[in-house]
């Protein structure tokens, strides 16, 4: 059975009082990232329309938000998602090679989770941190100023949290 | 060194929190704003000349005195914290290490357009940032700044941080209002604007982050001094953030009467290009500007010397100029590949299309996969004029902006850099053997002269 534990529950429905009575649509982009984190890592169908009742809108409300945003994972994804930038400014400071390195370091392709099921990694654009090149996204925040031996510490630390 | 308004006190230790951000003077502008009339503030943000910063420059006073007021239907002021265009990440600075600049002058904002509920909207990916603004604004309301009855004025006003999930579309206003409604991120058609109709159909205002934060410095000291500061109709300090191949890219604070080479070369900000490389082109103003080679950017097709604002960057059109944007100033030394970098551009405006408008959608991709093709090595003579042909018809056929967004940076590096794109097309097996595109040149063959 899908249900938001009590704490997250509370969340949602101080979400869903920010707006004017009737306008708890609103609330679906800040309920679908707690459903994110609190079922999986992604947004499985059954989870998607948990979210439709929970907020009184049809399923199709829900899915045509999920596939528009590119943060919501419509398939499942490894425990640590690795998300790098490689738009323009982080090319420039050679994101390639750090895309390059991951892939060959965790040996698995861009979109891709390793066997295990402990990463995945994606290329992203744009996340706003060109002045801090290149960088990725790890959970809720940024790394920045990556360099091979980063990464390398980066996995280090995954691994470390998985044992 | 130029005045400093908003980064003033960016340094001082603890200014993220209440108790120093308010030790420091902060809250002032609302004490002074509580006790004006609606319409005076509304007039002194006029009179300061403050131009939107988010990439429009649209004067800012002027947007607010068209907000509708029809009688029993609230208002909302909206600001816009979605930014996503690549090269700018100056209002993450604010919003990360000076949060009550945007509260305060947020409250303001409010009173001055009777919003009782004003929302920020915030880029998904920063996720850190809302839980330090949700912490701000809770201390604010913990003081007696927001809520109700606001310091015994009898006005009343919550605020509350949305997070977006990733969509760049959503940093044009009418697409940010879609997605605070909980919806796809598609712009809607204008008229009717913001003002009259925006969220849930009542009259907005949508403002971005460092626009909000100027309103604070305006109220505190009026209008007319702050427009005293600056040149022409570029008026106050506008926040720049410099990356690509700087010696020290970051957040800088600027008068807008520097030139461009002093930003670039000058300790004070840039501080020139890593390991004496030259310099090759620049983007001043976020990806969606025209790319200047050197030359161009440094001066003006009069032979002037080119300065960091609204009306110099644009001199000379999109012939010989570019635009100030979002202050996302992206620098690219004589190594870079044009075609590339552009291709990495195209890329991000082929995945950032929401897809309603043909011309965006389909043209956005074919873009993609033309450069893609010429960075390779095996593109045709042909494809760089079928390139050209694509851009001009996005650009002005589409309900938002994002078309000729996508457009303009295809447009300005063929303009500019055509012979790159043709040695692409005559040197196919020097793009084969590397992998990219930067690696093409051992010797540079494009450093711009006169």
Redesign the interface.
């Known amino acids: 059975m899908i249900q938001f534990n009590d704490k997250t529950m509370l969340r949602v429905n101080e979400i869903i009082a ?1 707006y ?1 009575v009737g ?1 708890q ?6 309920v ?2 707690l459903a994110q984190v609190e079922f999986g890592g992604w947004l499985d169908v059954p989870v998607m329309d948990y979210v439709a009742s929970l ?1 009184s ?1 049809e399923p199709i ?1 829900v899915y ?2 999920a596939s ?5 994972n419509l398939k499942p994804v490894g425990k640590h998602l690795f998300e790098v930038c ?4 982080c ?3 050679g994101s ?1 090679d750090i895309i ?1 390195y991951i892939k060959q370091k965790l040996n698995i392709g861009v979109g891709e989770t390793t066997a295990d099921g402990m990463f995945t990694l994606k290329t ?10 290149p960088m990725m ?1 790890y959970g ?3 790394r920045e100023h990556l360099t091979k031996e980063k990464v390398d510490a980066i996995i280090e630390e995954c691994r470390a949290k998985a044992n | 060194m130029g005045r400093k308004l908003l980064l003033e006190k960016a340094h001082v230790e603890g200014i993220r929190h209440y108790d120093v951000y308010r030790r420091e003077g902060g809250y002032r502008s609302v004490e002074k704003a509580l006790k004006m009339q609606p319409a005076d503030i509304v007039e002194e943000v006029k009179k300061s000349g403050l131009r939107g910063r988010g990439g429009a420059g649209f004067p800012t006073g002027m947007k607010w005195s068209f907000l509708a007021k029809p009688d029993g239907v609230p208002r909302y002021l909206v600001c816009n914290a979605d930014e996503s265009e690549p090269g700018t990440f100056k209002d993450r600075y604010l919003m990360e290490f000076i949060p009550h600049i945007l509260i305060e002058g947020m409250i303001v904002a409010s009173f001055a357009l009777g919003s009782n509920t004003s929302y920020i909207y915030i880029r998904g990916e920063y996720d850190w940032i809302t839980d330090i603004l949700e912490e701000a604004i809770a201390e604010a309301k913990q003081n007696g700044w927001l809520g109700k009855n606001i310091q015994g004025s009898g006005f009343d006003c919550e605020m509350y941080v949305q997070r977006g999930a990733g969509a760049y579309i959503c940093g044009e206003e009418t697409a940010l209002l879609e997605s605070l409604e909980g919806k796809r991120g598609n712009p809607r058609i204008k008229p009717p604007f913001p003002a009259v109709k925006g969220l849930w159909g009542c009259p907005t205002v949508v403002n971005n982050v460092e626009t909000l934060a100027a309103v604070v410095p305006i109220i505190n000291e009026g209008g007319d001094e702050y427009a005293k500061i600056g040149v022409g109709r570029s008026t106050g300090t506008k926040l720049i953030s410099a990356c690509g191949n700087i010696n020290k890219p970051g957040i800088y604070e600027i008068d807008m009467t520097i030139s461009v080479e002093e930003f670039i070369y000058s300790d004070e900000y840039c501080g020139g290009i890593p390991n004496g490389k030259k310099l090759k082109a620049c983007i001043p103003g976020g990806s969606s500007v025209p790319i200047l080679p050197a030359n161009l950017l440094l001066t003006t097709a009069k032979g002037e010397k080119r300065l960091m604002n609204y009306e110099s960057l644009s001199d000379g059109g999109f012939a010989t100029g570019s635009m100030m944007g979002s202050g996302g100033f992206i620098v690219l030394d004589e190594d870079q590949c044009i075609v590339r970098h552009t291709y990495t551009l195209a890329r991000f405006y082929r995945h950032e299309s929401c897809g309603q408008c043909s011309p965006c959608r389909e043209g956005t991709g074919w873009m993609e996969k033309i450069l893609l093709s010429l960075e390779k090595g095996k593109g045709k003579m042909s494809d760089i004029d079928l390139l050209w042909d694509i851009q001009r018809k996005i650009e002005g056929n589409t309900i938002c902006p994002l078309g000729d967004a996508a457009a303009w940076p295809v447009a300005a590096a063929i303009r500019h850099f055509r012979d790159e794109f043709e040695w692409h097309v005559n040197n196919p097996e020097k793009c084969l053997t590397e992998n990219y595109g930067l690696r093409h040149y051992a010797d540079p063959i494009h450093v711009p002269t006169n």
């Open positions: 920010r004017p306008k649509k609103s609330a679906l982009l800040p679908l990232h907020l809108i409300e045509e938000v528009f945003y590119s943060m919501y490689q738009t323009g400014p090319m420039l400071n390639d390059d992203v654009e744009c996340l706003g941190a060109c002045g801090y090149a996204q809720k925040t940024y």
